[in-house]
């Protein structure tokens, strides 16, 4: 199963530990992709780092970059861009 995951950042640490103990335990079932700001100083973003075969970085966008929007407001109109990012983002 995948899951797709943005979380609040103050989640960010205990979903990490919810997603490891579960690819542990279930390592062919398993996957997530996970949404998070490059915050290098992070005890959470530094055990990303530390296990590569776990967590393999699909993509990253440059601070300042227009990544978020939000659903069409009526009939014929386009998505509305929420705002640029105010960091990094892989």
């Known amino acids: 199963m995948m899951v797709w ?8 640490a205990q979903i990490l530990r919810h ?24 005890d959470w ?5 530390a296990m590569p075969d776990m967590f393999v970085r699909k993509r990253w966008w440059k601070e300042n970059t227009d ?4 659903p069409p407001l009526g ?7 929420v705002g640029s990012t105010q960091w990094a983002v892989e």
């Open 19 to 42: 997603f490891i103990r579960c690819k542990l335990a279930r390592p062919m079932g398993t996957a997530m992709l996970l949404l998070v700001p490059v915050w290098t100083d992070k």
């Open 67 to 70: 990544l978020f929007s939000a």
């Open 45 to 49: 973003y530094k055990c990303i780092k």
């Open 75 to 81: 009939p014929g109109s386009d998505r509305q861009v």
């Open 5 to 12: 995951c943005n979380p609040p950042f103050s989640m960010i």
